[in-house]
């Protein structure tokens, strides 16, 4: 058994140089690295509208990055559809406000503790529930 697996890795040691050759059955055509040539470096084209800002001028477009991050991922106000209003008729929380769901991430957002329990559940171990066990108090 030792012997066919020497042979075994032999054969297959020499197939994977003979690769390396450009003679035999693996011969195949290579490219030619002297004849590769380099392509123009790629030229952003001018635009005439722009104006150079004058030295010294304050910035003429000032961006909030944090509210544009905002906006990017969570847009603007969401209107309500048909059945969400409908299920806050029937629970009688019909005056929420309808932009809540953008001042979510809201840094001046209130967020209430839950507490040593709740980060227990959530740093919890992710299993299958398989060796999970109640107790009743």
Do not use: Y
């Not at 066919?4 to 050759?21: D, N, P, R, Y």
């Not at 004849?35 to 790629?42: D, E, F, G, K, N």
């Amino acid at each position: 058994m030792r012997k066919v697996l020497i042979a075994t890795s032999l054969v297959a040691m020499m197939a994977s140089l003979s690769a390396c050759g450009s003679r035999g059955i693996f011969n195949r055509d290579r490219p030619d690295e002297m004849a590769v040539s380099r392509q123009a470096p790629l030229v952003i084209p001018p635009d005439f509208a722009l104006v150079p800002p004058a030295p010294g001028a304050a910035p003429t477009v000032t961006a909030d990055a944090n509210r544009q991050a905002m906006e990017a991922m969570f847009g603007g106000p969401a209107a309500r559809s048909a059945s969400e209003n409908a299920v806050l008729g029937e629970a009688g929380r019909d005056n929420a406000l309808p932009g809540i769901r953008s001042s979510v991430g809201d840094p001046q957002t209130n967020m209430v503790d839950k507490g040593a329990t709740t980060r227990d559940i959530l740093a919890a171990p992710e299993g299958d529930g398989q060796f999970g066990r109640a107790v009743a108090n």
